[in-house]
Nanobody
Framework: QVQLVESGGGLVQPGGSLRLSCVGS????????MAWYHQGSGEQRELLAR???????NYSDSVKGRFTITKDNAKARVYLQINSLKPEDTGVYYC???????????WGQGTQVTVSS
């Protein structure tokens, strides 16, 4: 069983920055990619950024230039640096792990980010 735990959310003023972290544990199969999603109030969950096990990154157009996804060499650890935060960035940020062979998806419980003055 795979567990993902996010951290790093909080209340921040517009223009501020946050660094979100996600740590995986348990019996983790080969990773295809890890990703960060955002879900605003009453909205669908949307993909923000993902990083392959080979380090290749992809971003949604809405966050290019402001968000940076990275991972460290330890297995199943992924980070999201968020800069120039806007009120519309408010919501729950979820970590996702997508496995390589079976294409299974695992999710964390989410971390709340609130951007407000």
């Amino acid at each position: 069983q795979v567990q993902l735990v996010e951290s790093g959310g909080g209340l921040v003023q517009p223009g501020g920055s946050l660094r979100l972290s996600c740590v995986g544990s348990g019996l983790i199969p080969r990773i295809g990619y890890m990703a960060w999603y955002h879900q605003g109030s009453g909205e669908q969950r949307e993909l923000l950024a993902r990083i392959g096990d080979d380090g290749v990154t992809n971003y949604s157009d809405s966050v290019k230039g402001r968000f940076t996804i990275t991972k460290d060499n330890a297995k199943a650890r992924v980070y999201l640096q968020i800069n120039s935060l806007k009120p519309e960035d408010t919501g729950v940020y979820y970590c996702n792990l997508h496995t390589y062979y079976l294409g299974e998806d695992y999710w964390g419980q989410g971390t709340q980010v609130t951007v407000s003055s």
